[in-house]
């Protein structure tokens, strides 16, 4: 018998993939579930995207690239970089990876030595604390609330920062409660992250859906910061390209050459075909990312009040991104159809069983007593999933 290393032993599944698998067994079976539990964007890969991954094929561009990607792709980052947030980079300072979670992957590679600490904000994606562990670090959880529409408190993460603690994670619009931070906050972690040398990681995956007219606040736009950020980002929810897999980091350029490094003995270069389809997404039209966002807004301004008309439901509206986070505490001690439900995750599996809705129960990020539904999916399925839920709930 093999016997698993403790890091093996350790790593827990995600859970936005186990209920996805659950979901999908129960509709192999013919049941008609709603699914709200994956963050993937229902529309497909725009047509002048998939037409220069065809050209790729046919120009024979199939062979090995440079580790951490190609030039033409890394001059891209940079302009679209330069547009989107007026900061300037070399395609030295770029490395190009397997989607946003191996950009994030190679940064607490690089970053992170056996004991060092991160802070990290809850509600977090499910990823984030199982990277850091895995690469030896420990991860400092302060506790948000949508009552504050989840903004950190100042105070609190500034008393949280240890001899050990080596950077400040965010993630802003946020998944799972597609909060923005505000201006005030991302200038306050800034200048804690400045008093006490500290590296602030941004992973900005969802900057390009914002709605109310939002702009987005990166802490490279507070003066001096480049040098202390590292910014993750990538094609796939921008251009409905999660299947893709083409992310990539934005830092000082000595901490990218370590990253390009690693991923160089780790996975060497990411699919050459679909960097080159990331290349026509970043330079081509851009008309397609503005009528995604569109219909996103349309469908976050139908399920909020929705939800906020359920009682013993608290629904805070996200200002980004494709999900939207509720309070359903008050929901619990009571029973569904013969099931006690005591837990978030209890709702969950109930929600799925006995009424075919798939969600994840925000004890995966670490915020029990929420539940995370992505509004990723159709209007019919929306409006279809949100009667099932009020059903339950009454």
Known sequence: MIRLSTRAQNIKPSPTIGMATKAKQLKAEGKDVISFAVGEPDFPTPENICEA??????????????????????????????????????????????????????????????????????????SYPAQIELCGGQVKVIATSGADDFQPDLEMVADAVGDRTVAILINSPSNPSGAVLTEETVRGLCEIATQNDLVIV???????????????????????????????????????????????????EEFVAACSSIQSQATSNPNSIAQWAAVEALTGPQESVEAMRRQFEKRRDMIVPALQAMEGVQCPTPGGAFYVFPDISACLGREIRGRRIETDEDLAMCLLEEFWVSLVPGSAFGTPGYIRISFACSMEDIEKGLQRIQEALQ
Not at 213 to 218: D, E, N, V
Request: hydrophobic residues 40%; glycine residues 10%; aromatic residues 10%.
């Open 53 to 126: 991954a065809r050209r790729a094929l046919v120009e024979g561009k199939t062979k090995y690239t440079p580790a951490s990607g190609i030039p033409e792709l890394k001059e891209a980052i940079c302009r679209k970089t330069a547009a989107d947030l007026g900061v300037t980079y070399k395609p030295s300072q770029v490395c190009v990876s397997n989607g946003g979670k191996h950009a994030l992957m190679n940064i607490w590679q690089a970053l992170i030595n056996p004991g060092d600490e991160v802070i990290v904000f809850a509600p977090y994606w499910v």
């Open 202 to 252: 941004s992973d900005e995956i969802y900057k390009h859906l914002l709605y109310d007219g939002r702009k987005h606040f990166s802490p490279l736009h507070v003066e001096g910061m480049a040098e202390r950020t590292i910014i993750a980002d990538g094609v796939a929810k921008t251009y409905s390209m999660t299947g893709w897999r083409i992310g990539w980091l934005l830092g000082p």
